[in-house]
């Protein structure tokens, strides 16, 4: 009788805990597949090192480098990022060439943090084209700092963000943004890969523009009227027209990642 209760004494734990390891288990799983489509990667290495900043050598720094380490891990866009100053020894992504400081360059930077999504990108287009379309063509002549509307490409530009409720860029010029937008905020993309709700600037011969692309290929785009203080601006892919101190230059186009 008394080792009759032990075999049952001993068949009610095991029972007891292959019910809890199910509910761990059944606990878990949901979990990881809420957090599968972003993830943040601290300290982000390749071939047991730390992942270099740089896409090439010395060249496409930052995001290219970011993004083509989300891509990397099956992750199809880049959220954001931070740069770190104190790696010794970086390995290049796109040829696994390794940068030792002081051997073969004189500073070897990396990443402390890149956070990957498969889909932030699309969601933020799709809330800026909305907030461009409510927001319709308000005047800027009201906002602080801006000659009365006439000085309000950036102020206009944040003006949708924030009714849209994304993070503004939040700086004093144009040039201010672009480095923001360079340093994790956004990631550079060629003309041929725009989309509506991109970020489009141009810099040439110190005058800044910026607005947004209302195309695939951004051959459209909506951005402050000076003339009129105004969003309301419809131009084409670097806002030149006859006479505009942008024509001849380049755009910079970026796909807002936070």
């Given at each position: 009788?008394?080792?009759?209760?032990?075999?049952?004494?001993?068949?009610?734990?095991?029972?007891?805990?292959?019910?809890?390891?199910?509910?761990?288990?059944?606990?878990?799983?949901?979990?990881?597949?809420?957090?599968?489509?972003?993830?943040?990667?601290?300290?982000?290495?390749?071939?047991?090192?730390?992942?270099?900043?740089?896409?090439?050598?010395?060249?496409?720094?930052?995001?290219?480098?970011?993004?083509?380490?989300?891509?990397?891990?099956?992750?199809?866009?880049?959220?954001?990022?931070?740069?770190?100053?104190?790696?010794?020894?970086?390995?290049?992504?796109?040829?696994?060439?390794?940068c030792?400081?002081?051997?073969?360059?004189?500073?070897c930077d990396?990443?402390?943090?890149?956070?990957c999504?498969?889909?932030?990108?699309?969601?933020?287009?799709?809330?800026?084209?909305?907030?461009?379309?409510?927001?319709?063509?308000?005047?800027t002549?009201?906002?602080?700092?801006?000659?009365?509307?006439?000085?309000?490409?950036?102020?206009a530009?944040?003006?949708?963000?924030?009714?849209?409720?994304?993070?503004?860029?939040?700086?004093?010029?144009?040039?201010?943004?672009?480095?923001?937008?360079?340093?994790?905020r956004?990631?550079?993309?060629?003309?041929?890969?725009?989309?509506?709700?991109?970020?489009?600037?141009?810099?040439i011969?110190?005058?800044?523009?910026?607005?947004?692309?209302?195309n695939?290929?951004?051959?459209?785009?909506?951005?402050n009227?000076?003339?009129?203080?105004?969003?309301?601006?419809?131009?084409?892919?670097?806002?030149?027209?006859?006479?505009?101190?942008?024509?001849?230059?380049?755009?910079?186009?970026?796909?807002?990642?936070?």
């Amino acid at each position: 009788m008394f080792f009759r209760r032990r075999i049952w004494w001993f068949v009610l734990l095991a029972v007891t805990a292959i019910a809890l390891i199910s509910q761990q288990v059944f606990i878990d799983i949901p979990s990881q597949a809420q957090n599968a489509q972003t993830r943040t990667f601290d300290n982000p290495s390749i071939g047991g090192q730390r992942l270099d900043r740089c896409l090439t050598w010395e060249r496409k720094c930052g995001a290219p480098a970011a993004k083509a380490f989300c891509q990397l891990n099956k992750y199809s866009e880049l959220v954001g990022f931070g740069v770190d100053n104190s790696p010794k020894i970086t390995q290049v992504i796109s040829d696994g060439r390794v940068c030792q400081e002081g051997v073969n360059h004189p500073n070897c930077d990396g990443f402390k943090w890149i956070t990957c999504s498969n889909n932030s990108s699309n969601n933020i287009a799709e809330k800026i084209i909305s907030s461009i379309k409510e927001k319709g063509n308000f005047s800027t002549k009201d906002i602080p700092n801006t000659d009365h509307g006439r000085k309000a490409c950036l102020a206009a530009v944040n003006e949708v963000l924030k009714n849209a409720g994304i993070e503004p860029l939040d700086h004093i010029s144009v040039l201010e943004a672009k480095a923001a937008l360079d340093n994790g905020r956004g990631t550079p993309v060629d003309a041929s890969n725009a989309k509506p709700g991109d970020i489009v600037l141009v810099d040439i011969n110190g005058q800044h523009h910026i607005g947004f692309c209302q195309n695939n290929g951004c051959s459209q785009t909506i951005s402050n009227s000076s003339s009129k203080a105004s969003f309301s601006f419809k131009g084409n892919g670097n806002f030149s027209y006859k006479g505009s101190p942008y024509n001849g230059s380049a755009p910079n186009i970026y796909r807002l990642n936070r």
